[in-house]
C-alpha cells in the first residue's frame, strides 16, 4: 500500500528560527494535505494543496506539493510558543483514503 | 457548528470487556472514518464509511466493528478488548464533493485496556 516517510522525527529549535518539514511517498498522490496536533487534541488541518508545483501560504506557513507529485515540504517562519506539536502530512492517491506520515515532533525554547 | 464530536474523552477496560465508541458530526458530511493513533505511528484508518449504510475495512480493521447508525453517527465497537487495543480513537468525516477528501477530526478518544 502506499505510505509516507515524514522528516524530521523531532525537531528543537529556538524561537524566531524557521522551520522545514518534509514528506516523501512511494507513489504519486493526488492531493497533499497538512495537519497540525496539539496535546489532547485531534488534528487540525492547516494547507492542501491540489496541483503538482502548487504553493500555498497560510500566514506564517508555506506549503509546496512537489512536481514529481511524490513529496511535499511545509515551512513556518519566525516560529512562536503556539507552533509548539505534532505535525503531521497526509495525502490521497486514486483509493481516495487519507494516508498519514509518522509527525513530526516541533519544540521551541523561548 | 460543533463539528465532529466523539464520546467518551477518557476510557479504562480490562481485558475481555467491551465497549462502544461514539462519534457524530454536524457538518452534513457523507463521509466518515475511525483512526487510531499510536506513538511514532502516525494515524492508521480502521474502518471507513463512504457514505450511510456502506462501510470499508481500513489498515487495521481486527478487532473492531462499526456501525453507520445514519448519516451523522459511526460508532467503532470493540467486542473484547485487548491490551494492544490501548491507543488514542479519533474519528474524521469528509465531503468528497469538495474538491478534495478534506478530513476534519475529533477531539479523540483515549483508551486504556488493562
Known amino acids: 500500500g502506499q505510505q509516507l516517510n515524514q522528516s524530521p522525527q523531532s525537531m528543537f529549535i529556538q524561537e524566531g528560527e524557521d522551520v522545514s518539514m518534509n514528506c516523501t511517498s512511494s507513489?504519486?498522490?493526488?492531493?497533499w494535505l497538512w495537519y497540525k496536533q496539539d496535546p489532547g487534541e485531534g488534528p487540525v488541518l492547516l494547507i492542501a494543496?491540489?496541483?503538482?508545483?502548487e504553493l500555498t501560504s497560510n500566514g506564517r506557513l508555506t506549503a509546496q506539493f512537489g512536481i514529481t507529485r511524490k513529496d511535499s515540504f511545509l515551512n513556518i517562519s519566525a516560529s512562536i510558543p503556539s507552533d509548539v506539536g505534532i505535525y503531521f502530512c497526509?495525502?490521497?492517491?486514486?483509493?481516495?483514503?487519507?494516508?498519514f506520515g509518522q509527525g513530526t515532533r516541533l519544540t521551541i525554547n523561548p | 457548528n460543533a463539528g465532529v464530536t466523539q464520546t467518551p474523552k477518557f476510557q479504562v477496560l480490562k481485558t475481555g470487556q467491551s465497549m462502544t465508541l461514539q462519534c457524530a458530526q454536524d457538518?452534513?458530511?457523507?463521509?466518515m472514518y475511525w483512526y487510531r493513533q499510536d506513538p511514532g505511528m502516525g494515524l492508521r484508518l480502521i474502518y471507513y464509511?463512504?457514505?450511510?449504510?456502506?462501510?470499508d475495512k481500513g489498515e487495521v480493521p481486527n478487532g473492531y466493528n462499526v456501525s453507520r447508525l445514519n448519516k451523522r453517527e459511526f460508532s467503532l465497537r470493540l467486542e473484547s478488548a485487548a491490551p494492544s487495543q490501548t491507543s488514542v480513537y479519533f474519528c474524521?468525516?469528509?465531503?468528497?464533493?469538495?474538491?478534495?477528501?478534506?478530513?476534519?477530526f475529533g477531539p479523540g478518544t483515549r483508551l486504556t485496556v488493562l
Open positions: 464509511s463512504a457514505s450511510e449504510g456502506t462501510t
Open positions: 507513489s504519486i498522490f493526488n492531493t
Open positions: 497526509a495525502g490521497t492517491g486514486g483509493a481516495q483514503k487519507l494516508v
Open positions: 474524521a468525516s469528509s465531503d468528497p464533493r469538495g474538491p478534495t477528501d478534506t478530513q476534519y
Open positions: 494543496l491540489y496541483k503538482a508545483g
Open positions: 457538518m452534513n458530511h457523507n463521509s
